[in-house]
């Protein structure tokens, strides 16, 4: 999947972009739009707290901190007593799981509470009025949802395409 954002300059063409999307057999849970504070959205749907945070990318960071982290504690629980291959292998194991698993909860609660880092460029434009619009789609079909998109609004640029999108949010 990849996540693809762009600028929408009021509710009106959102809501047709949404619909077209929506028709375009991309489900509604794919679809997510950020606003200005307290912009009602009526029926369009909102970006959740982890889209509009930094949650994901902190998960990400703290599963690969937190797993090199209890690999090398693991790795330094084997050198220490004489330990059996098994014992070893178990260590490191246990040691890179628990790291990995510590590092993502505690990395992804501090990412919680800071604006996400992918969408502070279009902060500027929200404030102005504008929406911002995250939709997630197949690889294969990116150039078919903008073209889609830029049927609503022919001079709108596709700010950004995310290389990937985790599968979870």
Do not use: C
């Not at 009025?129 to 596709?158: A, S, T, W, Y």
């Amino acid at each position: 999947m990849k996540r693809i954002y762009f600028l929408v300059p009021n509710i009106d063409a959102t809501k047709h972009i949404v619909a077209d999307l929506i028709s375009a057999k991309i489900e509604e849970k794919h679809i997510h739009i950020i606003a200005k504070p307290g912009t009602p959205l009526e029926d369009l749907p909102e970006a959740s707290a982890i889209q509009k945070s930094d949650f994901i990318p902190a998960v990400e960071q703290g599963l690969a901190v937190g797993g090199v982290t209890g690999a090398l504690a693991g790795l330094v629980a084997v050198a220490l007593p004489p330990a059996s291959t098994v014992i070893a292998g178990g260590a490191l194991l246990i040691g890179s799981l628990a790291g990995a698993s510590i590092g993502a909860w505690i990395s992804g609660m501090v990412g919680l509470s800071f604006d996400n880092r992918r969408i502070k460029e279009f902060e500027s434009a929200i404030e102005a009025g504008h929406f911002l619009v995250l939709v997630d789609v197949q690889k294969d079909r990116v150039e078919e949802i903008e073209n889609r998109i830029k049927r609503h609004i022919p001079e709108l640029e596709m700010e950004k395409t995310e290389p990937t999108t985790p599968a979870f949010p």
